[in-house]
């Protein structure tokens, strides 16, 4: 991520015998501490533009690849840690085959698109601004997971954000414009934006598939309360998607049967 152009931390020493890094320090202030409707298009402008130096450096056979297995692993964190243990349900088999489908559904696309390097927590809370040099926004951080894999993942972890909310039409615009500096740079985006724009939104139902078990996860196992109000923006961002691709409405109709609500309306592009 250096030789990229990123601002990472630098490792100034290490003894990896004890567990000890020691580490430049790139300051407290998070994206999601400034973020407001003041700020917002100048950080997100400097997050998707670092987005961009980061997958035009992309080598295949230097991270993990982010393949079928990983996906649907995450995926199944779903009925999992979501369906049996927040919910305390049991799916039939009708319903475990409808979910299992959608997962191979939703695969096709994810494993179809561009591959590059995938940060695969680019949010609010990992990216840094820095207050005194705001020509290096931002801050990375919380990449030990990274993986090779589709090129709308970390857009979609920035845009579509489980600890921040922003109107639909605004979040269009921002994909809009990461979409332009990437074939500007030359990454090997889709050449129709409504092509993208369906592939971004494919790699969301994804994301907050797993992050939706991830949070469950974490409050029942791990005793962490906190995850809990986020859920209903992760849920509303899965529905939303869901409804406007035909492939993924009987998903969405097996989120209102688990979830005991009416089908929402959102915006259509």
Known sequence: MLDA??????????????????????GDTTYLSELNQTTADALYRDAWSALVKLQLASRAGVLPPYDE?????????FPDWYVARHLGLTLDDKDSRLLQNTF??????????????????????NLMVCCDKPQQNPGVLD?????YGPITYDLVSLLKDAYIAW??????????????????????????????????????????????????????????????????????????????????????????????????VGYTF
């Not at 100034?12 to 580490?23: N, P, T, V, W």
């Not at 990449?143 to 993986?147: I, K, N, P, Y």
């Open 104 to 125: 191979a559904v939703l695969n096709r696309n994810l494993l179809a698109q561009p591959q590059v390097y995938v940060h695969r927590d680019y949010h609010s809370r």
């Open 143 to 147: 990449f030990q997971d990274a993986v």
């Open 5 to 26: 152009g990123l601002n990472v931390p630098k490792v100034m020493a290490q003894d990896i015998e004890r567990g000890f890094l020691l580490l430049s320090d790139l």
């Open 167 to 264: 109107e639909e039409e605004r979040v269009l615009d921002w994909t809009v414009r990461y979409w332009e500096s990437a074939r500007q740079a030359g990454l090997p985006v889709a050449e129709d934006f409504a092509d993208f724009y369906r592939d971004f939104e494919w790699m969301g139902v994804q994301r907050h598939i797993k992050i939706l078990g991830i949070f469950a996860r974490l409050y029942h196992r791990d005793g962490k309360e906190g995850y809990l109000k986020d859920m209903p923006l992760v849920m509303d961002y899965l529905r939303r998607a869901c409804v406007r691709y035909i492939e993924l409405r009987p998903f969405l109709r097996l989120l209102d049967k688990i979830e005991e609500t009416r089908p929402q």
């Open 69 to 77: 297995a990983l996906l649907t692993r995450e995926m199944q964190l």
